[in-house]
């Protein structure tokens, strides 16, 4: 069964960068048929999606997180990344990493789009604190 | 401010029903399969309802999902205690080319 963990400080301080890690285990992440996908959380506020990206090191970002967002893969490792750049208190929140299931699909009326996050992990707080 | 409207908080008694509503536009719920995502504070949230109504395994058949032009009704049937959560509506936003979820429902059971 797939896992995933993510990781990363907890604490981090305004202008600088928030980098996390996350870990999958239980499978190999060099499967064309997933992409990996980062999505926060901040205190009394919905899920806010930040991007995603493929093995193959394809990426789309949220127009919200554009110019301050690099997403990266570690086949070797395992595992998939999130740079933040000039991260403010705005940027405190709860970062989730999560599998993604997607592609275009036939139907009777045309195509739709499928996307859903089949696997997530818990979450990591990251505060952003001087 | 979320691209998908939800209401913030249901509420019902044990037993009964709930529906959840999440309304979008052409660009992201008309042209794209919607999931739903149950999260409990503290924990992974759990995908619940993909492709607009399809149940992933180990999802019992009191979730239930419905689309009807660009909005999705989350149904749950039954009501336990353990289904206060909240609830998120997910899907692609063609346009934005993004990922786009619903602000979170928040549901108690009385």
């Known amino acids: 069964q797939v896992q995933l963990q993510e990781s990363g400080p907890g604490l981090v301080k305004p202008s600088q960068i928030l980098s996390l890690t996350c870990t999958v285990s239980g499978g190999s992440i060099n499967s064309n048929t997933y992409y990996y996908s980062w999505i926060r959380q901040s205190a009394g506020k919905g899920l806010e999606w930040i991007g995603r990206?493929?093995?193959?090191?394809?990426?789309n970002y949220s127009p919200s997180f554009q110019s301050r967002v690099t997403l990266s893969v570690d086949r070797s490792k395992n595992q998939f990344s999130l740079k933040l750049t000039s991260v403010t208190a705005a940027d405190t929140a709860v970062y989730f990493c999560?599998?993604?299931?997607?592609?275009?699909?036939?139907?009777?009326?045309?195509?739709?789009?499928?996307?859903?996050?089949?696997?997530w992990g818990k979450g990591t707080a990251v505060t952003v604190s001087s | 401010q979320s691209v998908l409207t939800q209401p913030p908080s249901v509420s019902a008694a044990p037993g009964q029903k709930v529906s959840i509503s999440c309304s979008g536009s052409r660009a992201n719920i008309g042209n794209s399969y919607v999931s739903w995502y149950q999260h409990r504070p503290g924990t992974a949230p759990k995908l619940l309802i993909y492709?607009?109504?399809q149940r992933p395994s180990g999802i019992p058949d009191r979730f239930s999902g419905s689309k009807s032009g660009t909005s999705v009704t989350l149904d749950i049937t039954g009501l336990q205690a353990g289904d206060e959560a909240d609830y998120f509506c997910g899907t692609w936003d063609t346009s934005l080319s993004a990922g786009v979820f619903g602000g979170g429902t928040k549901l108690t059971v009385l």
């Open positions: 492709d607009d109504d």
């Open positions: 990206l493929s093995t193959g090191g394809a990426t």
């Open positions: 999560a599998r993604d299931r997607q592609g275009w699909r036939s139907t009777s009326s045309g195509y739709l789009y499928y996307y859903n996050m089949d696997v």
